[in-house]
């Protein structure tokens, strides 16, 4: 940090609180945003927050002017918040932070209008990014970390104060949002309901008056919702429209989308073409729409076995899991297009000596009895038509349509 006299501090201070003060008096909500984000590093704040380090009075600035002190109550903590923050205090600039945005959100619920929804936007992003960066110094000095649950609370209130008749419902999908991120963060999940019943639910509340952005955001969020519940249908519905109305712009976030679209679709018989794996980076199914294609279990679990770990965190592990029974039915296919290039008379009996042989080809040792279970969840899963022959150990396929497809609707629906 370069030298700052006391004066060049004042300086600074001061025009700080000229441009929050303007900025209200003029209903500026995008001024008035820059200067709460703390968490984005710009120099403005940053070198404010030098001077504050160097002027440790700033509260008397604030006190001794009319024009500053009626926002003191959002102002100083606001300050103090940015001074803890420039030398990793984490933990207490948080703190600070919440009692700044407790005393913004009275402030806004007496405005009658909603012109600072983009600076309340602003302090429900800090909120969850601070409590974050927070909780993490908290883990280190091995405390407890709780300040992320606290933005929670504070985050529901905020969603309380949105959620009324008028032009502010209109905030309520962006600060849904960071309440999910921050639920998927801790891992409450099951916190969402409640949420998503009073969007979803409630007549003050037209989906297509929410902006774009927060409504693919929203879309994401419970579409991954509906993966983890294990509903395909609705999961791939949410999905593919978080996906269609993402900005195209937005690379990160289009990938983020299809980790779970894609197990979505292939659950549902609809597989990916090579170039989309590529284009967007996501060679960790690469292997697994091979396996596919090819009806090669081996290949399958290889690949589940390698990315384990990548898929566990993003909770689509089981989702590919149970692909398995189509990687069978593809095998079964295989044998049944060869059997029937050989002999079209007896293409659709196929010998469960011969799925074992196949199987132990590719380093799957199973014993008949095992292979006649799976063939029987096949035919239950209507993934296969046909019957046992018991006596003679054979499939006995339909003649017609022994391989049903799914055409996007989930095993056995």
């Known amino acids: 940090m370069a030298y700052i006299s006391m004066g060049e501090a004042h300086r600074r201070i001061t025009d700080y609180l000229n441009r929050f003060s303007d900025s209200i008096f003029s209903q500026d909500a995008l001024s008035l945003k820059q200067l709460i984000s703390i968490s984005s590093n710009s120099s403005s704040l940053l070198s404010l927050a030098d001077a504050l380090n160097v002027f440790q009075d700033a509260n008397r600035l604030v006190k001794q002017s009319d024009r500053f002190s009626q926002f003191g109550e959002i102002v100083v903590p606001l300050l103090r918040c940015l001074q803890n923050y420039r030398i990793n205090r984490l933990a207490e600039a948080y703190n600070s932070f919440e009692k700044s945005a407790n005393a913004f959100l009275q402030e806004f619920r007496n405005w009658e209008s909603a012109w600072a ?50 032009p502010k419902r209109i905030g309520a999908l962006n600060v849904t949002c960071q309440l999910f991120k921050v639920y998927f963060k801790l891992g409450t999940v099951n916190l969402c309901r409640s949420v998503i019943r009073s969007i979803e639910t409630a007549k003050i509340f037209d989906f297509e008056e929410f902006p774009v952005r927060d409504k693919v955001t929203y ?25 269609v109305y993402c900005n195209p712009r937005s690379e990160g976030n289009i990938r983020m989308i299809l980790k ?154």
């Not at 994401?220 to 978080?242: I, M, P």
């Open 117 to 166: 929804m983009e600076a309340l936007y602003a302090i429900a992003y800090e909120i969850r990014v601070l409590a974050e960066m927070a909780d993490r110094e908290l883990a280190s000095l091995g405390k407890t970390p709780e300040k992320l649950k606290a933005a929670g609370s504070f985050l529901m209130k905020m969603f309380g104060a949105l959620a009324g008749k008028g």
């Open 260 to 413: 779970y679209l894609i197990p979505v679709k292939l659950s549902l018989g609809i597989i990916p073409k090579s170039w989309l794996l590529e284009k967007h980076n996501l060679g960790e199914y690469h292997d697994i729409v091979l396996a596919l294609k090819r009806g090669d279990l081996r290949l399958l679990r290889r690949a589940l076995q390698e990315h384990e770990d990548q898929f566990l965190r993003s909770g689509v592990y089981l989702v590919l899991e149970k692909l398995e029974l189509q990687v069978y039915q593809r095998l079964v296919k295989k044998i049944y297009i060869i059997q029937k290039q050989k002999d079209p008379s007896k293409a659709h009996q196929v010998k469960l000596d011969v799925i074992v042989k196949a199987l132990r080809w590719l380093e799957m040792d199973m014993d008949v009895d095992e292979v006649e279970c799976i063939m029987a969840i096949l035919i239950y899963k209507n993934l296969m038509k046909g019957y046992f022959a018991h006596k003679s150990k054979v499939v006995v396929l339909s003649k017609q349509d022994p391989f049903p497809k799914l055409n996007g609707k989930p095993v056995n629906s």
């Open 219 to 243: 879309m994401y969020y419970t579409g991954r919702l509906e993966v983890y519940n294990e509903n395909f249908l609705a999961a791939d519905q949410k999905l593919e429209y978080a996906l």
